[in-house]
Antibody, heavy 118, light 106 residues
Framework: QVHLVQSGAEVKEPGASVKVSCKASGYSFTHYYMMWVRQAPGQGLEWMGIINPTGGSTHFAQKFQDRVTISADTSTSTVYMELRSLKSDDTAVYYC???????????WGQGTLVTVSS | DIQMTQSPSSLPASIGGRVTITCRASQDIAHLLAWFQQKPGKAPKSLIHGASSLQSGVPSRFSGTGSGTDFTLTISSLQPDDFATYYCQQYVIYPFTFGPGTKVDL
């Protein structure tokens, strides 16, 4: 069965960077995109970006365009999301989700809490 | 960006009752709409894709309709496990924007 296992919680100071991983199993990794979505405390879901692991093409929401990198390692079936120049309002749970146009975002990781605080 | 709106923002409901949530897109998204259920402290769960197709394992009391700009999620007979927040998401054009959510509670 499909599993998306994310890395553990992080605490970072303002201005630092964070890199969250998402290891996939149970399906053909290169046949599906991976999206990243975040959720600030008490808030709704916010789409950040997406990667096609085959070739590594990415698309990002404009508000993250200059600060985020999404990458994929096909040898380990792992996708990474790096967010730079962290601010306090980047405090959120970050989710990866497997996606294709035939079935939408059908499986989600467990989430990774990133806390930005001095 | 495509703006997604949902109504109502909160919805008092009772066990066995029928629940209908509306989602509206700011432009035509054809049928490329998904619905998710989220409980506190948990990752979202996919319910419906393609506006009306149930994900595997989702109970048949959930249904989705609509195309273009107007969509609905219906729960035909609300069960205790259905008290949650529901989000719609369009996936026709980047960024794949979400609606603000509808909280279904007692």
């Amino acid at each position: 069965q499909v599993h998306l296992v994310q890395s553990g919680a992080e605490v970072k100071e303002p201005g630092a960077s964070v890199k969250v991983s998402c290891k996939a199993s149970g399906y053909s990794f290169t046949h599906y995109y991976m999206m990243w979505v975040r959720q600030a405390p008490g808030q709704g879901l916010e789409w950040m970006g997406i990667i096609n692991p085959t070739g590594g093409s990415t698309h990002f929401a404009q508000k993250f365009q200059d600060r985020v990198t999404i990458s994929a390692d096909t040898s380990t079936s792992t996708v990474y999301m790096e967010l730079r120049s962290l601010k306090s309002d980047d405090t959120a749970v970050y989710y990866c989700t497997k996606f294709d146009f035939a079935s939408g975002g059908d499986f989600w990781g467990q989430g990774t809490l990133v806390t930005v605080s001095s | 960006d495509i703006q997604m709106t949902q109504s109502p923002s909160s919805l008092p409901a009772s066990i066995g009752g029928r629940v209908t949530i509306t989602c509206r897109a700011s432009q035509d998204i054809a049928h490329l709409l998904a619905w998710f259920q989220q409980k506190p402290g948990k990752a979202p769960k996919s319910l419906i894709h393609g506006a009306s197709s149930l994900q595997s394992g989702v109970p048949s009391r959930f249904s989705g309709t609509g195309s273009g700009t107007d969509f609905t999620l219906t729960i035909s007979s609300l069960q205790p496990d259905d008290f949650a927040t529901y989000y719609c998401q369009q996936y026709v054009i980047y960024p794949f924007t979400f609606g603000p959510g509808t909280k279904v509670d007692l």
